[in-house]
């Protein structure tokens, strides 16, 4: 990421790129007053495209009853009046969910309400990654069919999973089943013939919102048959209806996981979502969240600031950290019957020992993973010259965490990478991009080889024949490397320049307001001129710093940074931080990181950095010097997040770049 250092005074106070003064200026300075905000804060809000007060209120304070109608998804009428009619007959009703976190989370929630509601003709499908794939397969539908009677016409429910299975939903409807395809994917030119789909992206769907989720379609899906049921007097004058709310705890827990935009209802969903989480009443997340290390906050408190002895509230962070890798290592590794067990359990032993069992398939995961990982690197580093695209296959590799080490060689080579594992002769397996190169596409001109592949420009899954792999490779390589001497390294923005080395005491007390960060709502980047007070090497090779005025003290971390801090002491110019290590602990936040599984990869980079913070904090502290920067003014590229601790919540500045003032 490449800084320049501010010019001259007048650049400061500003958003990054525009006048210290005018109307846009004015206009941040009313809205700030307006709303009690700081500038800054202001400044990220208008960056985002959020122009006026109307906008900023519903951006601050996101409310459900914003969230667009459900009616506007096409097929919802169809859809509602089929699980009615399946309802009221008491006939078999099949939740088809897929394996991952988003699938797991939308087929558990659809598989509560309709047990709330009394049905008992209820299953559940789930298909194996390894065993068979992602999708709808003929063959556990028709296993389960014939468990089924004769006479029975079972209503199949498809969620994350249906809209690129035709031959699958055929098959599906000679089997007996009526079929409703809930999904969020990008549909195929032929849609498969289902009774009803509903999937905002499909032509003609007026719902505004494309980009939810498969949870977030399966909770619309709830929102739409609620209705119906309510319009069809299916409960008593003394039976209340199921409130909705209680499911937002799966709908968070599956958006989050699934690194779909965190705008618009995504963010509604989301941020409602969050406040159930903590809340702490389902005994499966609750139970995972113990194992995981969190303390939820029992009271439900939704103020993001709240801190107490054993209790705080569940962020986004904790989701992608913690509750997402353990569910999909289920999947991984595992069966993810295991995780969907846990979601729908409402018995706290019971959910505590398969909590219990998914981070032993976590840790498990974890292992592959590295050994993956570590084979692979060794193997690009006797390269005598770097290609353009890693290509590497082993038949010992196991094909679950193919993605997650290919994710993390992209990020030490600063390279595509394709791993692939061997199945008798047919190599299976994964692909991750860099930034600004679209794989999906360079492996489209390149598919003559291919048996099969899919997935979009950061992720994909491919499969060959062995025999065919250096012929692909050779290909793959020259099409790539056209690719790369075109791309252009994207420019860092600077959201807001803190004016006279102050930043605003306010911006810690509204910063939550902003969350959840994620895809299209990016952390904001800050830029400040002052002294590093206190500054240290901590840990491993990591600078320790606190920045002080008189109205406020934060602490600092700039990971990576300790080797520059010693050069200091001899008087050499600090340099920004290299690309390595920076790649290495800000990934998680980077948009062009948003891999199918990229979560798994960030909760070891989680772990990694709440050790280095334990001991910067602790009296365990490892003080290799102490240096003063009160004689030197640094310029300083900064995000704010929070350092959790023993339950402690607390915000410390996180350095993305440090230079010297020149």
């Not at 290919?406 to 299976?428: H, N, Q, W, Y």
Request: with cysteine; proline share 6%; hydrophobic share 40%.
């Amino acid at each position: 990421m490449h800084v320049a250092p501010i010019k001259n005074q007048e650049q400061e106070g500003r958003v990054s790129g525009q006048r210290a003064s005018g109307h846009g200026r004015d206009n941040g300075r009313r809205l700030a007053t307006r709303f009690g905000l700081p500038e800054a804060l202001v400044a990220v809000l208008l960056r985002r495209n959020l122009g006026d007060a109307d906008r900023i209120k519903a951006f601050l304070r996101p409310s459900l009853t914003d969230l667009p109608d459900p009616d506007l998804l096409l097929g919802m009428t169809r859809a509602v009046e089929l699980v009615g009619e399946a309802l009221s007959s008491h006939q078999p009703i099949v939740i088809y969910a897929d394996y991952d976190v988003d699938g797991l989370s939308a087929g558990a929630m659809l598989y509560l309400f309709l047990k709330s509601l009394g049905h008992r003709q209820l299953r559940y499908l789930l298909p194996h990654r390894l065993k068979d794939g992602y999708g709808v397969h003929t063959h556990l539908l028709a296993d389960l069919r014939s468990q089924l009677a004769a006479t029975a016409r079972p209503l199949l429910i498809t969620v994350d999973c249906g809209i690129s299975d035709h031959a699958a939903i055929v098959d599906a409807n000679q089997l007996g089943f009526t079929v409703i395809v809930t999904d969020h994917h990008q549909p195929a030119l032929r849609l498969p013939p289902a009774a009803v789909i509903i999937n905002p992206r499909q032509a003609g769907c007026l719902f505004p919102c494309k980009n939810l989720a498969g949870v977030g379609v399966a909770f619309y899906l709830l929102m739409g048959l609620r209705r119906y049921l309510l319009k069809q007097g299916f409960w008593s004058p003394d039976t209340p209806p199921p409130n909705l709310k209680e499911y937002l705890d799966l709908v968070a827990l599956g958006t989050v996981a699934d690194m779909v935009s965190l705008r618009g209802a995504n963010r509604i969903l989301v941020r409602a979502g969050l406040e159930v989480l903590s809340a702490g009443k389902r005994p499966g997340l609750k139970a995972l969240a113990k194992i995981g290390g969190i303390m939820t906050n029992n009271t439900g408190a939704a103020d993001n600031n709240t801190k107490s002895e054993n209790n705080r509230p569940l962020y986004a962070a904790d989701i992608s950290f913690a509750l997402a890798p353990r569910l999909n290592a289920a999947g991984r590794v595992g069966t993810p019957e295991i995780a969907f067990r846990l979601l729908i359990s409402d018995d706290p032993p019971e959910a505590l020992a398969l909590a219990a069992e998914l981070e032993q398939l976590n840790r498990w995961r974890r292992k592959l993973s590295d050994m993956v990982y570590q084979e692979a690197r060794q193997r690009a580093t006797e390269y005598p010259q770097m290609p353009s695209i890693l290509i590497f296959a082993d038949d010992h590799w196991h094909s679950g965490v193919l993605g997650i080490a290919a994710t993390r060689l992209t990020r030490d080579f600063k390279r595509p990478v394709i791993l692939l594992s061997r199945v008798e002769k047919i190599l299976k397996g994964s692909g991750r991009s860099i930034e600004g190169l679209d794989l999906l596409a360079a492996v489209e001109a390149c598919r003559a080889p291919l048996t099969g592949y899919g997935g979009h420009g950061a992720a994909l899954g491919l499969s060959l024949e062995e025999v065919n792999l250096p012929a692909f490779s050779q290909l793959l390589e020259l099409e790539t490397g056209r690719r790369l001497a075109t791309l252009k390294p994207a420019a860092t923005t600077i959201d807001w320049i803190f004016p006279a080395g102050r930043i605003d005491p306010g911006i810690t007390a509204s910063y939550h307001l902003l969350e959840p960060f994620g895809p299209d709502n990016p952390e904001p980047l800050f830029k400040v001129r002052g002294m590093l007070h206190q500054a240290a090497t901590v840990g491993r090779n990591h600078l320790r710093f606190r920045w002080q005025q008189p109205e406020i003290a934060i602490p600092g971390i700039a990971f990576g940074f300790g080797e520059r801090q010693t050069e200091r002491q001899t008087g050499r110019q600090v340099e920004r931080l290299d690309d390595k290590c920076q790649a290495e602990h800000q990934a998680e936040h980077q948009a062009e990181h948003q891999a199918e599984h990229q979560a798994e990869h960030q909760a070891e980079c989680q772990v990694k950095r709440q050790a280095n913070q334990q001991s910067a904090f602790t009296k365990t502290i490892n003080f290799i010097q102490e240096i003063d920067f009160t004689q030197e003014a640094v310029e300083m590229v900064f995000v704010l997040r929070r350092n959790i601790y023993q339950g402690q919540v607390s915000w410390q500045l996180q350095a993305q770049s440090i230079q010297k003032i020149p």
